[in-house]
């Protein structure tokens, strides 16, 4: 079956640092691969996303490429804000059913 | 304002009173499903529906119902709620599978 894993949290930065959230993956076929965030009190957003190999997602500063041959799909910003404290999930789906199958979620806490 | 709503946002109850959580989305989405957050598990399917009149089991269906009798609304049905059905639960519309999924708010239940 599909599954996704991501580095635990939290993580803990101070604004204007490096991110990086690591996220691999499993799945059967060819999945497509999307960052939601999750800000306090609030539903998901779709972050960014990418459908096949090699493709590179990017939304708000944020970037994410697909890996097949490492079958990952980080997440990276060159400077976060605190604002960007939320936490974010990576997430895949093949196939029909609309599926998501998501990572546990990693908790960013940006500071000042 | 393209959105999904559902109601109610929190719920406490006690086992065994039936619930239903509604969930309304109004971008005429093809697809729709229900997912609960629990902490260190992230997201998983409760059910989901492709379309008016055809639903389907995720992952963790059991103690739900769903129906689908229009294709705007997607009600999440606890016959009998127990306490570990406490959780945090979301649902989402997309236009079709491998789309962006649009997620509401979610409903924060306590069964007691």
């Known amino acids: 079956g599909n599954s996704v894993t991501q580095m635990e949290g939290p993580v803990t930065l101070s604004e204007e640092a490096f991110l990086t959230i690591n996220c691999t993956y499993t799945?059967?076929?060819?999945?497509?691969l999307f960052w939601y965030v999750q800000y306090p009190g609030e539903g998901l957003q779709l972050l960014l996303k990418a459908t096949k190999a090699d493709d590179k997602g990017s939304n708000k500063g944020f970037e994410a490429t697909y890996r097949k041959e490492t079958t990952s799909f980080h997440l990276e910003k060159g400077s976060v804000q605190v604002s960007d404290s939320a936490v974010y999930f990576c997430?895949?789906?093949?196939?029909?059913?609309?599926?998501?199958?998501f990572g546990t979620g990693t908790r960013l806490q940006v500071t000042l | 304002e393209a959105q999904v709503t559902q109601n109610p946002r929190y719920l406490i109850t006690v086992t065994g009173k039936k619930l239903t959580v509604t969930c309304s989305q109004n971008m005429n989405h093809e697809y729709m499903s229900w997912y609960r957050q629990d902490p260190g598990l992230g997201l998983r399917q409760i059910y989901y529906?492709?379309?008016?009149?055809?639903?389907d089991k995720g992952d963790v269906p059991e103690g739900y119902k769903v129906s689908r009798k229009e294709k705007r609304n997607f009600p999440l049905i606890l016959e009998s709620p127990s306490p570990n059905q406490t959780s945090l639960y979301f649902c989402a519309s997309s236009l079709r599978d491998l789309n962006e999924q649009f997620f509401g708010p979610g409903t924060r239940l306590t069964v007691l």
């Open positions: 997430a895949l789906v093949t196939g029909t059913a609309s599926k998501l199958t």
């Open positions: 529906s492709m379309n008016v009149e055809v639903t």
């Open positions: 799945a059967t076929g060819y999945p497509s």
